[in-house]
């Protein structure tokens, strides 16, 4: 039939006009597209860092945090710029290579910067303690089903055990680590002059953060140090932990992370013991307060010796973002009552309790999607702090130290996360017991606004 | 007219024609040129300019490269044992950042920042000490210009022309790394010489005993603050000469071929002299002094099997007082096999022995003479880049302490090291 001819030549010519129309809107798409990913590659080509080789990953990353930190010790006050010690500046390279479907290895180093020390300025070296320093060197292998060993320098299962955090305030200002917030200050005595006959320089003064075990670490918290580590892989949300190193320290320790109920909850508990001999330039893993570098000489066969242990938990019901945190620890030093007649009846334990509560929710989210989670937080720290068989207070040995903190601030997050504004306040009161009494003290107070900016 | 057909045909014509289109861009064009492909490409491309790392402009390229090395070492020097852990002092772990830019077809230009970095440092373990010093350093920082024809000059902190100069041509077995011709001194260069007694002999160190201003090794130089210029490979050969600091030199002359018939060979020599003590440590009260050395090692490429040796010497002169040995040398010989006896990388398994010869350090010792052995195997992951070493190491030997006129015999000092680099 004619309309059946007809139609097969006119359906033939339309495929032909459509098929071609086809062809060339793909040919000129394809070209656009061609020509636009060629710029784009080539624009990449220019510009970008490249790697070693082919087979790691190279990840840099890193962190800006500095801030102004405004102090009163009660006679003098002062203002002074300095990289918030809570979670200080850092670059880092790292990266990982599959080797087969279950097994890995990667690597991380990881340089922390400090333009001034928010932990260690005085009242006379606003710049004190500034530099660069290694925070983490260390390689891994890791197996799906056998868990992970790192060897290198790192933390261990106490390395922030009792600063664990769900909120942003971690970044901050932590609720158990009071020294990172301006206890390189000294301490004032009631008539406003410094300790240790230092008068009204601070030169040879006992400075807050000497309250905390001396070092300023609080008690039950480990420290990076060069070790052989070992996780298990994880187990409805578990981790056991366990790490060796230096000469000697080691500590195991246990991990939670997960969600129960509308809760999601990060929790924590490590124990170690360690008989290592601080040096001067050594960096120890748990730092017991007597040992043969502070007046028991080498030797004598009573190396230091001292165990700890510390926890923390934190709690974030995900509808209201209310959350509350908890930490403790408690150090004991086998050495002190050994470090001399004095300290024959010194208290050979330190510990620490800190709680802090807030809310962290997207308040500003209707005033621009830029922003990100407001945390509203306080906090309360209490130290009971052992003998000292380092320091002197005034010529007299210290049995004892007490901390206490209260304080509030604000975190607000842009673009998610990775920049965040704060502002914080802390009120600190600090005691000593000497041989001769417990002399008054002037308290200290800070305030800090800054931001911390990750690349 | 209105046919019934137009109404019939213009589904067919659709229907036709959508199946012509299909048949023209057909599957494999369609997953290959489509928009499919391009939107993936897109995305990819979109994802790498979220996420690389850019440079800081479009001239010159940019490098991040570097490796991790930490170890377990066991240690027993007789009287005492124990086990540390740190970064391996030998090839400590680095960052490095270098490029270069083409200038035109015959001339570049380029630099080298690498900043070293270590935990517990290997090199600086001793009975009382792991070596916790973290620290951070300028290992490199330079510049150069490059002609193909002309050769090379570069300025700043670099390796001088007799930097490794018998380490670097350990290179077909894998143990450049690991196991070179310094590898044993740097080992236990910081612990106390004991004696037969177990008692320490008058607080020297392994290192005061031996000789060489750089890792105890004679007849090499380090990193220093140099002027240096290498030809342009001819025929397997190049050759470098350096200039700095205040003042001291160095050249030397290398071989490399990968391929001589069933053999890789490479050798190389080297001469340098130094009138600044300070840099080249030759010695506290040494007014100059000079060194030479030459290695070589040869591989049957089928295989595996290498052998490597090398020896170096160094001389103190112009002294203000008579020593009584003013010249140090040693010797090293060793051998193996490598092999990709297994799809996860090629394994080393070597031997080695080194002697030194030491010379006098001035109010330290009159004299000392070493031996080394050290065996191991070295096993490399290649997907993951990484090298994992065992090598036990023994030393002994005897030493003329400082104004004594016999020599007092050392206890044999054992060491294991287990660990591994990776590089990326």
Redesign the interface.
């Known amino acids: 039939m004619f309309w059946k001819r007809e139609a097969a030549v006119v359906a033939a010519a339309l495929a032909g006009v459509a098929a071609g129309a086809i062809k060339a809107a793909q040919a000129g798409d394809l070209q656009a597209c061609c020509v636009d990913l060629e710029e784009r590659i080539a624009e990449l080509e220019a510009t970008t860092a490249h790697k070693g080789n082919r087979k790691l990953e190279l990840n840099i990353s890193g962190q800006v945090n500095e801030g102004i930190l405004f102090w009163d010790d009660g006679r003098e006050s002062n203002a002074s710029v300095v990289t918030n010690e809570s979670s200080r500046t850092r670059l880092r390279v790292e990266g990982a290579a599959k080797i087969s479907s279950d097994w890995k290895a990667g690597y991380r180093i990881e340089i922390g910067v400090r333009a001034a020390n928010s932990k260690r300025f005085t009242q006379d070296k606003p710049q004190e303690g500034a530099g660069i320093d290694l925070r983490h060197s260390y390689w891994y292998i890791d197996s799906k089903t056998y868990g992970r060993l790192t060897l290198g320098h790192t933390g261990g299962a106490g390395e922030g055990v009792t600063e664990i955090n769900l909120a942003q305030s971690k970044s901050a200002a932590k609720y158990s680590d009071m020294e990172d917030l301006g206890l390189g200050l000294a301490m004032r005595l009631s008539n406003g002059l410094y300790s240790n006959g230092s008068g009204t320089t601070t030169s040879g003064a006992f400075t807050w953060r000497r309250l905390i075990r001396d070092s300023g670490v609080q008690p039950g918290e480990g420290r990076r140090a060069d070790i052989i580590k070992y996780e298990t892989p994880e187990w409805n949300g578990f981790t056991l932990i366990a790490n060796w190193g230096e000469d000697d320290f080691w500590e195991t320790g246990i991990g939670y992370k997960g969600k129960v109920g509308g809760f999601k909850i990060a929790a924590g508990i490590a124990y170690g013991e360690s008989s290592e001999i601080k040096t001067a330039t050594s960096t120890v893993g748990i730092d017991c307060m007597a040992q043969n570098a502070q007046g028991i000489p080498p030797g004598s066969g009573r190396d230091a010796h001292c165990q700890q242990w510390g926890g923390s938990i934190s709690i974030m019901h995900e509808a209201s973002g209310l959350y509350a945190n908890f930490a403790a620890g408690k150090t004991h030093d086998d050495l002190i009552r050994r470090s001399g007649p004095t300290f024959s009846n010194a208290d050979p334990d330190s510990s620490f309790w800190a709680v802090e509560g807030g809310l962290e929710r997207a308040l500003l989210s209707d005033v621009s999607p830029a922003f990100g989670k407001t945390t509203l937080f306080g906090q309360y720290y209490d130290l009971d702090g052992g003998a000292s068989a380092r320091s002197t207070f005034d010529g007299d040995a210290i049995l004892g130290t007490g901390l206490t903190s209260y304080g509030g601030g604000i975190v607000q997050g842009i673009v998610d996360k990775e920049i965040q504004l704060y502002a914080l306040a802390r009120h600190y009161r600090g005691s000593v017991t000497t041989t001769a009494g417990s002399p008054d003290m002037k308290p200290l107070d800070i305030f800090m606004a800054g931001a911390i900016v990750r690349f | 007219m209105t ?3 137009k109404k ?2 213009a589904p ?10 299909a ?3 057909g599957p494999a064009a369609a997953a290959d ?3 499919d492909c ?1 939107a993936d ?2 995305e990819r ?1 979109a994802e ?2 979220a996420t ?4 800081g402009n ?1 001239k010159v ?8 090395n ?3 070492m066991f240690w027993d020097d007789g009287t005492e044992s ?1 086990t ?4 391996n002092g030998l090839e400590q ?1 680095r ?2 950042f270098s490029g270069k830019a083409k200038i035109d077809k015959d001339w570049s230009a380029g630099y080298t920042i690498e900043l070293g ?4 440092d290997s090199g600086a373990f001793a009975q ?3 070596g ?5 350093s300028v290992r490199k920082s330079y510049w150069y210009l490059k002609s193909e024809s002309l050769g090379q000059v570069s300025v700043g902190q670099n390796g001088t022309s007799t930097y490794h100069l018998l380490d670097d041509v350990n290179g077909f077995s894998n143990l450049r790394n690991y196991s070179d011709a310094e590898a044993a001194a740097v080992a236990l260069g910081s612990f106390e010489l004991r004696d037969n007694n177990g008692n320490t002999v008058g607080g020297l160190l392994w290192k005061d005993a031996l000789r060489g201003f750089n890792n105890s090794t004679p007849g090499q130089s380090g990193r220093r603050n140099v002027v240096r210029y290498d030809t342009p490979e001819f025929a397997g050969f190049s050759a470098s000469a350096s200039w700095g600091e205040d003042d001291m030199w160095d050249t030397s002359l290398s071989y490399v071929n990968k391929a001589l018939g069933d053999f890789g060979v490479a050798a190389q020599v080297g001469y340098g002299e130094s009138s600044d003590p300070g840099a080249t440590k030759c010695g506290s009260n040494a007014l100059k002094c000079t060194w030479w050395g030459a290695a070589g090692t040869i591989i049957h490429n089928p295989t595996g099997l290498f052998v490597y040796g090398g020896y170096g010497s160094q001389e103190l002169e112009d002294l203000p007082v008579a020593v009584s040995e003013a010249t140090s040398d040693f010797w090293i010989i060793q051998g193996g096999i490598v092999q990709k006896w297994m799809p ?1 990388g090629k394994t080393t398994i070597f031997g080695e022995f080194r002697h030194d010869d030491a010379g006098s350090n001035l109010g330290k010792t009159e004299s000392a003479d070493i031996d080394y052995w050290a065996a191991g195997v070295v096993q490399n ?6 090298d994992v070493y065992l090598i036990y190491r023994n030393a002994s030997g005897d030493v003329v302490e400082d104004g004594a006129a016999t020599a007092t015999k050392l206890d044999d000092f054992d060491l294991i090291q287990l ?6």
Request: proline fraction near 0%; charged fraction near 15%.
């Open positions: 046919s019934v057909f019939s045909v067919l014509a659709v229907m036709a024609a959508l199946g012509a289109g048949a023209i861009s040129l489509g928009g391009c490409l897109e491309i790498l300019e690389a790392a850019r440079k479009r390229s940019l490098t991040v490269s570097g490796w991790v930490e170890m377990v124990n540390y852990v740190g970064t772990s960052v490095k970095v270590k935990g517990g009382d000490d792991t916790s010093a973290n620290s951070i996860l992951i290649d997907a993951a880049a990484m660990g591994a680099r990776i590089q990326f």
